[in-house]
């Protein structure tokens, strides 16, 4: 009935939280085996006879330091086919979760770096710099705020790039752009006047 059918399921449950063994028991008196489990108290079932000389059982992990002592004096030969139940399905999971978790924590670690400005260069866009260094349109930059550690959705690159040319004259164009965690300043010098030629 419906009652037999509750305690039933409570007895796999208990049995699946508690963890079990299946077993494939050889030889030639597999029946010794089973009848010295019986004495002992150990409990074994879905036992199953494959040919004259194999068993197959299920047995309480718990009672796992029982098997040796079964097999020697029952002179039957006891293998493990399968381990099953929740401390063999969590054993699995923590392994799982510390590599989800790892794989989780560096993909944020890039997601968090990758918002931050690692590297500033300047890119001359007509030749080498003869007015300015490129160190000083990195020292200008910084004291805009566009440095090694600044987040990128803080900065405003059309502010950035007129500050820089405020900052410094000798510049007829600025232009920045970002590249990942690197920032680049494109720029280009204001052409000089004519030396005067004197014969």
């Not at 796999?12 to 008196?29: C, N």
């Not at 918002?115 to 890119?123: G, K, N, P």
């Not at 566009?146 to 790039?161: F, H, I, M, P, W």
């Amino acid at each position: 009935g419906k009652g037999g059918r509750t305690v039933a399921f409570l007895s796999d449950w208990l049995k699946y939280i508690r963890g079990y063994l299946v077993l494939d028991i050889s030889g030639d008196k597999c029946e010794d085996f089973l009848n010295l489990a019986f004495v002992q108290g150990i409990s074994l079932w879905d036992v199953n006879r494959f040919g004259e000389f194999s068993v197959r059982a299920k047995m309480p992990l718990g009672e796992y330091r029982a098997l040796r002592s079964l097999a020697r004096k029952s002179n039957c030969r006891v293998r493990i086919m399968d381990k099953r139940g929740w401390p063999f399905l969590s054993r699995r999971l923590r392994g799982r979760q510390i590599l989800l978790l790892g794989g989780f924590f560096f993909l944020l670690a890039i997601y968090i770096l990758s918002a931050f400005i690692w590297v500033v260069e300047v890119r001359p866009q007509n030749g080498p710099l003869r007015q300015v260094q490129p160190a000083q349109v990195i020292a200008a930059a910084r004291v805009e705020g566009l440095k090694t550690g600044a987040r990128k959705s803080t900065l405003d690159v059309r502010d950035l790039e007129l500050a820089l040319e405020k900052h410094l004259p000798q510049l007829a164009w600025v232009g920045i752009s970002f590249h990942g965690t690197r920032a680049e300043i494109n720029v280009v010098e204001k052409a000089l006047p004519p030396k005067d030629e004197t014969f």
